[in-house]
């Protein structure tokens, strides 16, 4: 199985993999979301079979990409679950998580798909999967969220929502999208 572990790299492995990081960051700002591993290579400098070493697949290059970004949604979570206001803990949460996904292009990439090629990235989403469960628990319980809804699909609104605000251009498109979400999600009387 792929691992994003860059400590069981020797020092000028780990260099060439965070120099092939780079690129692919900078590419994936740049709107190119299909990243291709000869371009990567080429502007890396290096060759392109020990950039499929480094990287097998497109899937295991976006979950390196995007793992710093994932850790702290992760930490968002678990800071909303421990949010004493359930509904402050859940608006913030997802604040944090659009936030998070339109900073990164590679996180809002890698919560769009439910499977995860790296054993790492599969512990995390696992982790990030059970603390946004308990606060969004917590939410349905103060009627912050009505009942139906899950977890997964807040993680597509949320794809949706960031998807949006990219395609508009609108600074406050992010907020004011979130909010129209959020308010659409609360329990209101006869709401199902």
């Known amino acids: 199985m792929p691992s994003l572990n860059p400590e069981r790299l020797r020092a000028d492995s780990a260099r060439v993999r965070e120099q092939m990081l780079s690129v692919a960051r900078e590419r994936m700002r ?11 290579a080429k ?14 697949t497109h899937q295991v290059l976006l979950e390196a990409l995007a793992a710093d970004s994932l850790a702290a949604l992760v930490a968002d979570a678990r ?8 509904a ?17 292009p590679a996180l809002a990439a890698v919560l769009q ?12 989403g696992a982790e990030l999967f059970t603390s946004f469960g308990a606060v969004l628990d917590r939410a349905r319980a103060g009627g912050a969220v009505r009942a139906g809804i899950t977890a997964d699909d807040l ?17 406050g498109a992010a907020e004011r999208y979130l909010d129209v979400m959020l308010k659409g999600l609360q329990n209101r009387a006869g709401s199902r």
């Open 30 to 40: 740049a709107g190119d979301a299909d990243l291709p591993m000869n371009a990567i």
């Open 43 to 56: 502007e890396a400098g290096v060759g392109v079979g020990t950039a499929y070493r480094h990287f097998p």
């Open 79 to 86: 800071t909303g679950a421990n949010d004493p206001d359930p």
């Open 88 to 104: 402050r803990g859940f608006a913030r949460l997802m604040r944090a998580g659009l936030r998070l996904m339109l900073d990164d």
């Open 113 to 124: 798909r439910r499977d995860f090629a790296c054993d790492e990235t599969r512990e995390l």
């Open 155 to 171: 993680r597509r609104l949320m794809c949706g929502v960031q998807h949006a605000v990219r395609a508009g251009g609108d600074d």
